[in-house]
Nanobody
Framework: QVQLAESGGGLVQAGGSLRLSCAASGRTLSSSAMGWFRQAPGKEREFVATISWSSSNTYYADSVKGRFTISRDNAKNTVHLQMHSLKPEDTAVYYC???????????????????????WGQGTQVTVSS
């Protein structure tokens, strides 16, 4: 069973940047799509970004498009989320997710189907102050 561990969260001022990382252990995820989701206090979990197994296909929520970049390093079994121009509304716990069975769908397909991600990390807190 794969285990995911996020890191890189913290407190940053509006306009600042953070880079989140997600390290996987237990099995290789080089054939699996991966994603980032977030949950703000009192709100439901929402999609942020997904990346296909080959990195050839990425998809972003409209709210982060142009500011966030998802990437992966299959050799290191990691996925990253580079966040620029952060806004107070980006404040949330950010979760990394991986699909247990490679299906090779497009990154956009996964964005509305979080149930396809069978493995989730514990989350890392991102707080953006105004």
């Amino acid at each position: 069973q794969v285990q995911l561990a996020e890191s890189g969260g913290g407190l940053v001022q509006a306009g600042g940047s953070l880079r989140l990382s997600c390290a996987a252990s237990g099995r290789t995820l080089s054939s699996s799509a991966m994603g980032w989701f977030r949950q703000a206090p009192g709100k439901e979990r929402e999609f942020v970004a997904t990346i296909s197994w080959s990195s050839s296909n990425t998809y972003y929520a409209d709210s982060v498009k142009g500011r966030f970049t998802i990437s992966r390093d299959n050799a290191k079994n990691t996925v990253h989320l580079q966040m620029h121009s952060l806004k107070p509304e980006d404040t949330a716990v950010y979760y990394c997710a991986a699909e247990p069975t490679p299906r090779r769908y497009t990154a956009a397909y996964y964005s509305t189907r979080p149930q396809l991600f069978g493995s989730w990390g514990q989350g890392t807190q991102v707080t953006v102050s105004s």
